[in-house]
């Protein structure tokens, strides 16, 4: 919420989506493209290439996000409009809020999320 009550947030698609395949996807890539470094050159005993391995697995969790929000609400730009959901301002409101990664992920994961009681 902004200082004066207005909500904010993100409306999201869960693990049932095309979105969130997508991601899948993209993430399957990514393992086999590290797969393949690990096998080549990564020493991870080494703290530079340790972090090659934790860059990936955060790399991960952020696809699952900037795929899977389908909408901003209460976020405006510079200029007061409201903001426009795309890959580009998801990942500007994430570097401003890093911690909002793991809420949000959490949020697509859990599929009582998508479904009636």
């Not at 570097?95 to 999320?113: F, G, M």
Request: with cysteine; glycine share 6%; proline share 3%.
């Amino acid at each position: 919420k902004y200082e004066d009550g207005t909500p904010v947030g993100f409306k999201v698609v869960g693990p049932g989506s095309e979105q969130y395949a997508a991601a899948d996807r993209e993430i399957q890539i990514l393992n086999i493209k590290e797969a393949a470094l690990r096998r080549a050159k990564l020493d991870l005993t080494t703290d530079a290439d340790a972090a090659v391995i934790a860059d990936g697995a955060e790399r991960r969790r952020v696809c699952t996000v900037e795929h899977c929000v389908v909408g901003l609400f209460g976020f405006t730009d510079e200029q007061g409009r409201p903001l426009e959901c795309n890959v580009n301002n998801v990942r500007r409101l994430l570097k401003a809020r890093p911690h909002w990664v793991t809420q949000i992920l959490s949020a697509i994961e859990d599929e009582r999320n998508f479904t009636k009681a």
